[in-house]
Antibody, heavy 118, light 111 residues
Framework: EMQLVESGGGLVKSGGSLRLSCTAS????????VNWLRQAPGKGLEWVSS????????YYADSVKGRFTISRDNARNSVYLQMNSLRADDTAVYYC???????????WGQGTLVTVSS | QSVLTQPPSVSGAPGQRVTISCTGS?????????VYWYQQLPGSAPKLLIS???NRPSGIPDRFSASKSGASASLAISGLQAEDEADYHC???????????FGGGTKLTVL
């Protein structure tokens, strides 16, 4: 079964930037849609962004539109989330997960913590 | 404020049956979009519990089942076990938002 591993989280000041990576263990990765989701401390899950296998179609939640950019490099089996103009309410564990919009998400990575300090 | 509404917590004794509700609206569950369920053990990432057509992925016991009616869905867990203590999340798609929506999560406590 495919495994996903996130990296790139850390502590950043408000207004700063961070780039998250999601790397897959499976060579067929390039045919899969990948999503970024997040979970603020003590809160529920929030979908952030989605990218199709070819990278042709990209979608964002309103809360991050204009600040976050999703991309992928299928040669590296990786999907990225460039996060700019970070705010305190972006503090969360960020997960990547495979799945089409309208379908279930499986598998999920273990998550990477992003902390934005004010 | 989550688009889908779940109770913050439920509890039950070992062996009992509990249900977790997930209430949406005419633009998501009520519009016919599927509802999926995830289990999140303490300190871990969410894990798929119920996929399309209320199917359970390999390894998920048949003690877990899901149903849907109108704009609401529910997850039932029978024969409660201590290992079921976790947070449970529902997930669907919303046509008005053109995006994925989740419930706020429900913490299950096994007494």
């Amino acid at each position: 079964e495919m495994q996903l591993v996130e990296s790139g989280g850390g502590l950043v000041k408000s207004g700063g930037s961070l780039r998250l990576s999601c790397t897959a263990s499976e060579l067929r990765f390039k045919v899969y849609n990948v999503n970024w989701l997040r979970q603020a401390p003590g809160k529920g899950l929030e979908w952030v962004s989605s990218i199709t296998g070819s990278g042709t179609y990209i979608y964002y939640a309103d809360s991050v539109k204009g600040r976050f950019t999703i991309s992928r490099d299928n040669a590296r089996n990786s999907v990225y989330l460039q996060m700019n103009s970070l705010r305190a309410d972006d503090t969360a564990v960020y997960y990547c997960a495979k799945g089409d919009l309208g379908d279930w998400f499986d598998p999920w990575g273990q998550g990477t913590l992003v902390t934005v300090s004010s | 404020q989550s688009v889908l509404t779940q109770p913050p917590s439920v509890s039950g004794a070992p062996g009992q049956r509990v249900t977790i509700s997930c209430t949406g609206s005419s633009s998501n569950i009520g519009a016919g979009y599927d509802v999926y369920w995830y289990q999140q053990l303490p300190g871990s990432a969410p894990k798929l519990l119920i996929s399309g057509n209320n199917n359970r992925p390999s390894g998920i016991p048949d003690r877990f089942s899901a149903s849907k009616s109108g704009a609401s869905a529910s997850l039932a867990i029978s024969g409660l076990q201590a290992e079921d203590e976790a947070d449970y999340h529902c997930h669907s798609y919303d046509s008005s938002l053109s995006g994925v929506v989740f419930g706020g999560g429900t913490k299950l406590t096994v007494l």
